[in-house]
T-cell receptor, first 115, second 115 residues
Framework: AQKITQTQPGMFVQEKEAVTLDCTYD???????LFWYKQPSSGEMIFLIY??????QNATEGRYSLNFQKARKSANLVISASQLGDSAMYFC????????????FGAGTQVVVTP | DTAVSQTPKYLVTQMGNDKSIKCEQN?????MYWYKQDSKKFLKIMFS???????INETVPNRFSPKSPDKAHLNLHINSLELGDSAVYFC??????????????FGPGTRLTVL
């Protein structure tokens, strides 16, 4: 069974600083996809970034990058140059590629960006 | 031009009632999902359909019955509502295939409150 762990329930970050959100996962699957989603206070779930387990390069999307360390089973999200609008809950998720795997989510990290 | 839409956005009802939540996607995706987000923000998959066929059915009380009239729609019917059913229910869709993982696009959520 898969397990996604986000050890930081909440964190404060100053505007314009970078922040790293931790995510570790436990799976016996060889092939899987890793995702990060953002949920602002308005409630919608916004897809941010995706990393495939066989991708050799770390994924980047604008100010978001995924620090993927396969051997450590870690998929940390780095947000550079934080903005006030980045204040939200951030979820790490994983889905195995084999068969119809379920997308499993971590418990989330609440980020508050301060001026 | 909404990608994944859900109705209603809010649903307040009495225990014991039966209610439905509707979901539609105009992204041309083959796969649709229902998730439940509890009061602690934990997101858990409930069901998934691919081309109108049920492919994931988590351990969910049989009071919950999904129905997919076509691949653009996935509705959720809940019988005999209980207090513990109070949550936010998200519909999502993706181009996921059996051995191919893609990002899931979420609807705005339906906040169900059972009194």
């Amino acid at each position: 069974a898969q397990k996604i762990t986000q050890t930081q329930p909440g964190m404060f970050v100053q505007e314009k600083e970078a922040v790293t959100l931790d995510c570790t996962y436990d799976t016996s699957d060889q092939s899987y996809g890793l995702f990060w989603y953002k949920q602002p206070s308005s409630g919608e779930m916004i897809f941010l970034i995706y990393q495939g387990s066989y991708d050799e390069q770390n994924a980047t999307e604008g100010r978001y990058s995924l620090n993927f360390q396969k051997a450590r089973k870690s998929a940390n999200l780095v947000i550079s140059a934080s903005q006030l609008g980045d204040s939200a809950m951030y979820f790490c998720a994983m889905r195995p590629t084999d068969s119809w795997g379920k997308l499993q989510f971590g418990a989330g990290t609440q980020v508050v960006v301060t001026p | 031009d909404t990608a994944v839409s859900q109705t209603p956005k809010y649903l307040v009802t009495q225990m014991g009632n039966d209610k439905s939540i509707k979901c539609e996607q105009n992204l041309g995706h083959d796969t649709m999902y229902w998730y439940k987000q509890d009061s602690k923000k934990f997101l858990k998959i409930m069901f998934s359909y691919n081309n109108k066929e049920l492919i994931i059915n988590e351990t969910v009380p049989n009071r919950f019955s999904p129905k997919s009239p076509d691949k653009a729609h996935l509705n959720l019917h809940i019988n005999s509502l209980e207090l513990g059913d109070s949550a936010v229910y998200f519909c999502a869709s993706s181009q996921d295939k059996e051995r191919e993982v893609n990002e899931q696009f979420f609807g705005p959520g339906t906040r169900l409150t059972v009194l």
